[in-house]
């Protein structure tokens, strides 16, 4: 049996992505998928290009993930909202996935495991580890397209405007507001963070990261040391 929601909107934060863009919005582009946005924060590569031929529409708002994202929201026509970094793909099938996550009317949103597109055990490891602590804790990070009811998108004010964890924050509150959905279905994400900065490195960096977050750190403090900040 199958689970259409009534509209799924797909929005896009991008900054200086026009090399990633095509694949992530193609893959994007399936059935039962109502629109697909790109927020743009800025770029000067020529993102927007990209996007104005491959999304339904393209809009601009200051810099920064979490405004982005709450700007598509906002201007998206859909019940069911999801957010796609700009270097993550999607799999096939991904909103008939969401579709039957959401058939449970006890389920706020979800996400889903994650891959990276690096060859190698360590790549490979790390996809499966991070897929497996969002399980454990149904926190997800923005890599791995979080997807969410509008309504209670709405209710919970959005993403908090902090430049670094509102990925983290917002799917702490969807955890508290009803069920999360850790879905099967993979998606892809660059491991171009991974590879700038070193596995070992990157990996104790989130980790202190997080850990300094749940203990209270202001997220515009953390971001300061965090290489990847937007």
Known sequence: MQFLPAALSVVVPTLDEAEALPATLAAARQPGVHEVIVVDGGSRDGTRAVARTLADRVLEAPRGRARQ???????????VLL?????TRLPAGYAQAVAGA?????????RFDVRLDAAGLAYRALGRLIS????????????QAIFVRRVVFERLGGYPLVPLME?????????RAGRVACLSETVTTSARRWQRHGVARTVLLMWALRAAYYAGVPPARLARVYPDAR
């Open 167 to 175: 990925d983290v924050a917002l799917s702490r509150a969807m955890k």
């Open 69 to 79: 994202m709450n700007a598509g929201a906002a201007a998206a026509r859909g019940d």
């Open 102 to 110: 959401l058939a449970d009317p006890a389920v706020v949103g979800g």
């Open 132 to 143: 497996l602590r969002s399980r454990l804790t149904r926190v997800a990070t923005g890599d």
């Open 83 to 87: 957010f796609l970094h700009a270097d």
